[in-house]
């Protein structure tokens, strides 16, 4: 079993809808929780990031943390085509231990 | 904001030869870098962390011979491909975090095609 399990899609909603991305993980020491965004040929963009449970919104972007149940979304609001990339969930231990666990990246095309 | 530079961005090199790629921290100071490789259509694996200062520390199985980190400043750290093959072709990319923080700021990368 992967440490952190993401469904890698493709997932293709239209625009203007609300999107669900989600993560599960194993490992209850993972601490600190981002959310990329990856386009083609590019370097991951750092989208969310958040220490603890609760939500966490900035602009258009929810990024949510359930710890009990070792689940995190991240929400996107009114979609827009620009949105269309892979999002890469990632988490952290602990300082000390800062190597980033990946999952495997959501597909997401937000169609006109 | 915390901006990660990389260059070149693409690099086309012949067999035994070897490249260099830089890696910069534009507005902050790094005192910790990583470096990954990223195979079409996969997810992100990291080949090593290097802190300034100090050697850096590789994954398992990646040849720190072949792969050479230097992190000579809190802006700097550079990657060199030794006697490059062409199964080393990839696409290469850096982040950065500053101190005391957890999230990393990702360079835009870098495609290594060697011929």
């Known amino acids: 079993q992967k440490e952190v399990e993401q469904d890698p899609g493709p997932l293709s909603v239209p625009e203007g809808a609300i999107v669900s991305l989600n993560c599960t993980y194993s490992n209850s020491a993972f601490q600190y929780f981002m959310w990329y965004r990856q386009y083609s040929r590019k370097g991951p963009e750092l989208l969310m990031y958040t220490y603890s449970s609760g939500n966490k919104e900035d602009g258009r972007f929810t990024a949510q943390v359930d710890k009990s149940s070792k689940y995190i979304s991240l929400f996107i609001r009114d979609s827009q085509p620009s949105d269309s990339a892979t999002y890469l969930c990632?988490?952290?231990?602990?300082?000390?231990?800062?190597?980033?666990?990946f999952g495997t990246g959501t597909r997401l095309t937000i169609i006109p | 904001g915390a901006v990660v530079s990389q260059h070149p961005s693409r690099v086309i090199c012949k067999s035994g030869t070897s490249v260099k790629i830089e890696c910069r921290s534009l507005d902050f100071q790094a005192t910790t870098m990583f470096w990954y490789r990223q195979f079409p259509k996969q997810s992100l694996m990291l080949m090593a962390t290097?802190?300034?200062?100090?050697?850096?520390?590789?994954e398992q199985g990646v040849e720190k011979d072949k792969f050479l980190i230097n992190h000579a400043s809190l802006t700097l750290s550079t990657l060199t491909v030794t006697s490059a093959h062409p199964e080393d072709s990839s696409f290469y990319i850096c982040s950065a975090s500053r101190p005391g923080a957890y999230e990393q700021y990702f360079g835009p990368g870098t495609r290594l095609t060697v011929t």
């Open positions: 990632a988490m952290v231990i602990s300082f000390g231990n800062e190597k980033l666990t």
């Open positions: 290097s802190n300034e200062g100090s050697k850096a520390t590789y």
